[in-house]
C-alpha cells in the first residue's frame, strides 16, 4: 500500500485544518488506517484510527471531541478533520495503514506515508 499525505500547514490555535492520505495499490480493504504525530525528540503517537470496511473511529484522548477520521472509498482517501487547533497539536502528521484491526502502536504498521507538517501558533 502506498500513502500520501497533504493538508497540513500553519494556523491559528483554535483553528482548523483537514489533513488527506491518499491510498494506492493492492487491495487494501481489510486493513485498518491509523493518523500519528510526532514532534522531534518524542516518539511517534497515534492519534485516531479507522478501518475502510467499518463506520468505527478510534481517537487518542487528547483529541477526542475536536478531531474526526474518516473515509472517502471511492476516492481511496482517509480524512483527518482538526478542528480548535491547539499550540501543543503542532507536530509531523503521518497517515500509516496494516492489516486487520486499529491499534495503537506504530510499529504494527507496515506502510506509511510522507508526513506532513502542523504548526499551530499560539
Known amino acids: 500500500v502506498q500513502l500520501q499525505a497533504s493538508g497540513g500547514g500553519l494556523v491559528q490555535a483554535g483553528g482548523s485544518l483537514r489533513l488527506s492520505c491518499a491510498a494506492s495499490?493492492?487491495?487494501?480493504?481489510?486493513?485498518?488506517m491509523g493518523w500519528f504525530r510526532q514532534v522531534p525528540g518524542k516518539e511517534r503517537e497515534w492519534v485516531a484510527g479507522?478501518?475502510?470496511?467499518?463506520?468505527?473511529?478510534y481517537y487518542a484522548h487528547f483529541v477526542k471531541g475536536r478531531f474526526t477520521i474518516s473515509t472517502d472509498n471511492a476516492r481511496s482517501t482517509v480524512f483527518l478533520e482538526m478542528n480548535r487547533l491547539k499550540p501543543e497539536d503542532t507536530a509531523v502528521y503521518y497517515c500509516?495503514?496494516?492489516?486487520?484491526?486499529?491499534?495503537?502502536?506504530?510499529?504494527?504498521?507496515?506502510?506509511w506515508g510522507q508526513g506532513t507538517l502542523v504548526t499551530v501558533s499560539s
Open positions: 495499490g493492492r487491495d487494501f480493504s481489510s486493513h485498518a
Open positions: 479507522i478501518k475502510w470496511t467499518d463506520t468505527v473511529t
Open positions: 500509516a495503514a496494516k492489516w486487520g484491526v486499529v491499534t495503537s502502536t506504530s510499529s504494527d504498521y507496515d506502510s
